[in-house]
């Protein structure tokens, strides 16, 4: 639905629904039904099953979960309750987790420099 959103709000709300590939992990399914600027890129596809590998486990006990739940069930735009996750990310009590992530990945790709990346790189 995320991906379905931002195609709605960024892409005139053609083509919404992007087909599922069963051969392709949820990484690569989920930047594809983003665009084809995304699902064409491999380091983003990268970076996005880190990501998603990374906060797997923050289904709803988190303040950003819980606040998108929380201003979805008053019937909000689902921008709305979005932002209002994203707000709730920056709180020192929830760990800046995605600031953190980025940080590690900016210093990795510092680092590695642009894929592809050997066994010896990583």
Sequence with gaps: AAAAIYRNTFHGGTDMWAPV?????????????????????????E??????????????GNVSAHTV?????????????????????AGPLHGLANQECLK????????LGSPPYSAEDV
């Design 21 to 45: 590939d069963k051969s392709l992990d949820i990484s690569a399914n989920f930047s594809n039904a983003l665009g084809s600027q995304f699902g064409g890129n491999d380091t983003f596809r």
């Design 47 to 60: 970076m996005m099953r880190l990501y998603l590998t990374i906060h797997a486990d923050h289904e709803g």
């Design 69 to 89: 739940h929380l201003v979805g069930s008053a019937l909000s735009d689902p921008y709305l309750s979005l932002a209002a996750g994203l707000n709730g990310l």
């Design 104 to 111: 590690f990945q900016k210093m990795i790709m510092a680092k």
